[in-house]
């Protein structure tokens, strides 16, 4: 299959109102596309990303009031989660209503919703006639794309289409929360952290604090993610490294490294600027070869939280 690129929102849209699949800008990472109205679309997007049937998509609205084309029941905690961050880098988890196939949501009675502010994927999903139901545009377990060029590199021939924007944002995949039970969920950190999400709601549980009886409440999870080729060592500011000789090492951080004889090293001038390099970074590492990326661990507050986050799968391999 011959994958178009356009730059023209109404193109792209077209290819996915006719039954296509689409990747596409966000401000944190690019989606891959398919209109909740086509599920033989969206059974496709599972197969060009090599992504376990189990694992639901998040779907994604033009405005923030769509939210009711796909939600059954919107709790007040979700309504003002959606007053105050909806457009932007939120998803809300939902009761979904029977607009959304058992293909998005992996047989769950819920529905993860997000309305992105970045205005290519405002412009695109304007002209989407449903709402599209879409995952990170990445192959499954690699580092999520960031710019178009990533989309390629991962899903080219796989995918109908290819709307080239800017590079995102933000770089980090949204912030999920849990709003179907009685408490709201932290179930992913993103750009929007814990202590913005307290100011509006009050009251949110951390995976860490439910039972370890619970089911897990997010499915994509207990998968492996984020995961560069290369073996990732988490460090403190200013620590000391040691690269092994015959070993290709890199780093990425906040601080200046002490370290000889690294092949690659981006030091980053504010923590939002490493969480919007750090995909990018591991996907270099990946085609220059790099054995081990030396990565800093940056300060645990605001979009700290969810590099923190990043990191610690990326070098766990989940
Ligand atoms: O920023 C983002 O969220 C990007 C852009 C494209 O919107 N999307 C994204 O999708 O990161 P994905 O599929 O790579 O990650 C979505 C996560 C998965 O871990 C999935 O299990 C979880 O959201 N999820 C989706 N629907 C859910 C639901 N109903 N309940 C619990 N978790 C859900
Ligand atoms: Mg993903």
Redesign the pocket.
Known sequence: MQTIVTDSPLEAAEYLNAGGIVAFP?E?????GAGICHPEAVERIFLAKG?PQD????V?IARPEDIVRVAGQISSDAEKLARRFFPG?L?I?LK?NSAVPDSV??G?D???V?C?SNPDAQAFLQHCRCPVA????NLSGKP?STSWKAVLQDLDGKIDCLFRGEPSTIGL??T?V?C?GATPVL??S?AVSMEELRSVVGAIETRDSLQADETP?????K?PHYAPEARIVLCRPHEPITTATGERSAYIGLSTPSARGLSLSRVCRTPDEYGRMLFDFFRLCDSSDIDVIYCELPPEKGIGQAIRDRLGRAASGH
């Open positions: 966000t944190t990472v690019y989606g891959l992504r694992n639901p998509l998040i994604h880098p998803t988890v979904k949501t992996a769950l819920t529905v993860g997000r992105p879409a995952p990170s545009a999520s995949e949204s999920i849990d179907s179930l992913r993103g409440r997010s499915p994509g999870l998968y």
